[in-house]
T-cell receptor, first 116, second 114 residues
Framework: KAGVTQTPRYLIKTRGQQVTLSCSPISGHRSVSWYQQTPGQGLQFLFEYFSETQRNKGNFPGRFSGRQFSNSRSEMNVSTLELGDSALYLC???????????????FGPGTRLTVL | DQQVKQNSPSLSVQEGRISILNCDYTNSMFDYFLWYKKYPAEGPTFLISISSIKDKNEDGRFTVFLNKSAKHLSLHIVPSQPGDSAVYFCAASGWSGGYQKVTFGTGTKLQVIP
């Protein structure tokens, strides 16, 4: 079956702009989690959505938000971009469990965001 | 403040030998731990996990050990194979403020030499 897909794969924005990233989970998966990966901080958990509701969240500012649609597709939005937001943004889907459950998480290839 | 630390950025091991990847954490609220493997240009792949009520979990060639008193976990790969060459991330999870939080280490790059 098709894996997790993320669009776009690469994005260049300038400071102050906003950006929306999209994630399509594996068919049948209802949990979608978002992560930020940077060389200095490694992988950091942003939030998790399940059944169109944010079920878990990490320690990121309110500029980072997300939503999930009835077909489980998820979007992540970052407003008022800062240089430090440059990173690889990964989403992961699982059947029903979140990042902590025994459900295997399947990661997408990521969206590389560069903020100039 | 790095709550989950992987102090070895890289590790080289001969094929057939044991690979031991280490991870230390500082926050006592963590009670579930995971290991992920990541190949270049791909997203991380879940490998194995362990709950804090256990001290060992085994899955084929992969075993994770948890020492709660030392706040230390390790991943053992036996025997190591060239296909195991990848970056390995440990992650720790716990409840805080009504939410699950997951914190990752910065990764250890494993190279298995044929």
């Amino acid at each position: 079956k098709a894996g997790v897909t993320q669009t776009p794969r690469y994005l260049i924005k300038t400071r102050g702009q906003q950006v929306t990233l999209s994630c399509s989970p594996i068919s049948g998966h209802r949990s979608v989690s978002w992560y930020q990966q940077t060389p200095g901080q490694g992988l950091q958990f942003l939030f998790e959505y399940f059944s169109e509701t944010q079920r878990n969240k990490g320690n990121f500012p309110g500029r980072f938000s997300g939503r999930q649609f009835s077909n489980s597709r998820s979007e992540m939005n970052v407003s008022t971009l800062e240089l430090g937001d440059s990173a690889l943004y990964l989403c992961a889907s699982s059947l029903v469990g979140g990042p902590r459950s025994t459900d295997t998480q399947y990661f997408g290839p990521g969206t590389r965001l560069t903020v100039l | 403040d790095q709550q989950v630390k992987q102090n070895s950025p890289s590790l080289s091991v001969q094929e057939g030998r044991i690979s031991i990847l280490n991870c230390d954490y500082t926050n006592s609220m963590f009670d579930y731990f995971l290991w992920y493997k990541k190949y270049p240009a791909e997203g991380p792949t879940f490998l194995i996990s362990i709950s804090s009520i256990k001290d060992k979990n085994e899955d084929g060639r992969f075993t994770v050990f948890l020492n709660k008193s030392a706040k230390h976990l390790s991943l053992h790969i036996v025997p190591s194979q060239p296909g195991d060459s990848a970056v390995y991330f440990c992650a720790a999870s716990g409840w805080s403020g009504g939410y699950q939080k997951v914190t990752f280490g910065t990764g250890t790059k494993l190279q298995v030499i044929p």
